[in-house]
């Protein structure tokens, strides 16, 4: 299979943010609460600066690269929902953040780059996992095909986030073919960490529901290798409505891979090896 425990990118990378720093924002009478990922604006004290848009700019080109090639992989992927990635400046490392704009950009923090690499993803000195990043990135592009698709049938701004999970999920499995074990050592992480602003279950769910969300997603990508089903965009958004009441109600336990009520996740098995073909077939459509 293409994916093993023992094959990560390596990327090589200076240490750079600050692993602890606190999330508490420094008063001001020009900030807003963005409100997580879908809630950003311009204009205020706490909005930072964006970049030329598809450049990036960080102080090693081994990011650049990494980053540049990640979002050409899933501009691929995420067929015919176009979106535009940029660094966004955040003002500190305090406002760490990504964010999804209904106008097709996705804002990737400066600084939340380096914190999801260098909290997440160091493997050793120099072995770094793209997962983390990965992950985040996806869960951006889930929120341009909600835009593009325009589905309003939510209850709440957490199914918007739990479906963004799902759809990150999905393209861990169909594009890359990881395995859960390796998605759910990060994800569980960061969903657990209370960073990526992300841990208010207002805004994002659980950390358990997280990772139903995410398992959800993947899931559905490995049935579609293996049965060679193919899903429209419309079609997955269907299976995660589906899947919600699991997906609400199911805790988990991170020391298992069992998914039942006895907690955990099963592991997936991508019963054949997966061609660019195949993927290029089998990625989502209007
Ligand atoms: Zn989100």
């Known amino acids: 299979m293409k994916k093993s425990s023992t094959t990560y990118w390596l990327l090589f990378l200076i240490t750079f943010a600050c692993l602890n720093c606190s999330k508490e924002h420094p008063a001001s009478d020009n900030e807003k609460d963005f409100n997580g990922c879908l809630g950003y604006a311009a204009g205020y004290k706490n909005s930072g600066t964006v970049g030329s848009p598809g450049t990036f700019t960080f102080k090693e080109a081994q990011n650049n690269k990494f980053l540049a090639q990640e979002v050409s992989i899933q501009r ?26 209904a106008n097709g950009n996705i804002y ?21 996992s793209p997962l983390p990043v990965d992950g985040v990135l996806a869960h951006e592009w889930g929120h341009e095909v909600q835009f593009r698709l325009g589905w309003a049938n939510y209850a709440n701004n957490t199914e918007r ?26 994800y569980t992480a960061i969903y657990s960490s209370g960073d990526y602003a992300f841990s208010s279950p207002n805004h994002h769910g659980t950390p358990g529901q997280r990772l139903n969300a995410a398992y959800t997603g993947l899931t559905t990508a490995v049935y579609e290798i293996n049965n060679n089903v193919h899903y429209s965009y419309n079609q997955l958004h269907d299976i995660f409505r589906k899947n919600l009441e699991y997906i609400y109600k199911h805790t988990y336990n991170t020391t298992s891979l069992a998914r039942d009520d006895n907690g955990g996740f099963k592991e997936v098995r991508y019963s054949r090896p997966v061609t660019r073909e195949l993927i290029d077939r089998l990625k989502p459509t209007l």
């Open 108 to 128: 990737f923090g400066y600084y939340l780059f380096y914190y999801m690499v260098n909290r997440f993803s160091v493997i050793s000195p120099n072995e770094v």
């Open 161 to 186: 986030e739990l479906e963004a999970d799902f759809f990150s999920g999905y393209y861990m499995g169909l594009e890359k073919q990881w395995y859960w074990k390796q998605i759910q050592t990060y």
């Open 76 to 101: 691929n992927f995420w067929n015919q929902v176009p979106a535009t990635v940029s660094l966004l400046f955040e003002p500190s490392d305090a406002y760490r953040n990504a964010y999804a704009l």
